[in-house]
């Protein structure tokens, strides 16, 4: 019977000559890597030509073997069969990889902003080039009413917003008490606590309330569009659609984007009353502002422009939102991981652009005295 231990002795025809037998495979490494440390320094040659299995660990081992002895790799003598290992073994052990020096001078900081800039205005064309299809395909689908799937969208409105009430309402209710609050410890040095009210009121009917709903679709409505349909895309699931001659856009998009333009300005009006609570809340424990008088200076100081201002950007916000989760979903490579890194950007993407659009227009509302 063969003995398939690895063993390492001298040749007996000359005994300068290490004479490899067994199986030098992942199996037996342990046992190899004993043998490497009882073998001699100094020999003429490594004759491996009674290896039985060898794999990729054997020969790195017999690689060590060799450079202990001071032979080159390829002075060892295998089977034929082992000859197309020891030889990739030998490239890899004579061409080591090169490790590039990162340079952080100021030169590789601008390659890199300018490549990062190019990065956005490719991402910048793609979204604008994505609206303008999403565009033609919803002016399509209205002219074809009965191509509109109802089912889907009003599926997608349970998820973007009534799922997502609670967390609207308790976020926008603590944000204003903690406005409620501040403003209350500020204006108390100066003896004009009631203005507390036109605080709370202006803050949240302009700003926050839109602002807080808009950045918690973007984490919450953005990743999930992205992750949905990044999956199907990476399950060729796209490509079957297409093959069965329907529009990915019109099956997968213009659903998801009704429902979150539709959503969008309800949450909002929920988290404009959450917020002016959580404020009377405070008004009342803190102030001695009771209810009554909260509602009433509310109604006489504060003009429903206000909330016309707060609520238009719902729209514009939610189509943002939805355009950025579903391409980005559409741009997934196939891979788990891409999966992840087109779920991080969609949200990166879709709060920074909120916030930035958010203080434009601000600042348009303010030119026009609005």
Known sequence: ??????????????????????????????????????????????????????????AMLLSQLATRTGLALKEIDVRPE???????????????????????????????LGFAMEDYAKETLALVGFGGLTLQTGIKTL?????????????????VGV????????????????????????????GAEIY?????????????????????LAG???????????????????????????NPIELLVLPRLFALVLMLPLLTFLAMMAGLAGGMAVCYASLDISPELFTVRLQESISITHFWVGISKAPLFALIIALIGCLEGFQVQGTAESVGERTTSSVVQSISLVILIDALAALFFMEMDW
Not at 196 to 216: H, K, S
């Open 1 to 58: 019977m063969t003995n398939t231990d690895p063993q390492i002795g001298p040749h007996r025809d000359d005994p300068d000559i290490i004479n490899a037998t067994g199986e030098w495979t992942l199996q037996t490494a342990q046992a190899c890597i004993a043998l490497l440390e009882k073998a001699p320094s100094q020999v003429k040659d490594i004759d491996g030509r009674e290896i039985l299995r060898l794999d990729s660990t054997g």
């Open 82 to 112: 082992h000859q197309a290992l020891m030889n990739a073994v030998r490239q890899l052990s004579e061409t080591p990889p090169v490790m590039r020096q990162k340079d952080y001078g100021f030169r590789k900081m601008l390659e890199r």
């Open 143 to 159: 002219l074809q009413p009965r191509r509109f799937r109802v089912t889907s969208t009003f599926h997608h409105m349970e998820q």
């Open 163 to 190: 799922d997502a009430v609670p967390l609207v309402l308790l976020l926008s209710f603590m944000v204003g008490a903690v406005i409620a609050f501040l403003g209350a410890t500020v204006l108390r040095e100066f």
């Open 196 to 216: 507390v009210v036109e605080l709370v009121g202006i803050a949240f009917l302009r700003e926050f309330a839109v602002l807080l709903t808009a950045i918690l």
């Open 220 to 246: 919450r409505t953005a990743s999930a569009f992205t992750a949905q349909i990044g999956a199907m895309q990476s399950g060729e699931e796209i490509d079957a659609i297409r093959t069965l001659g329907l």
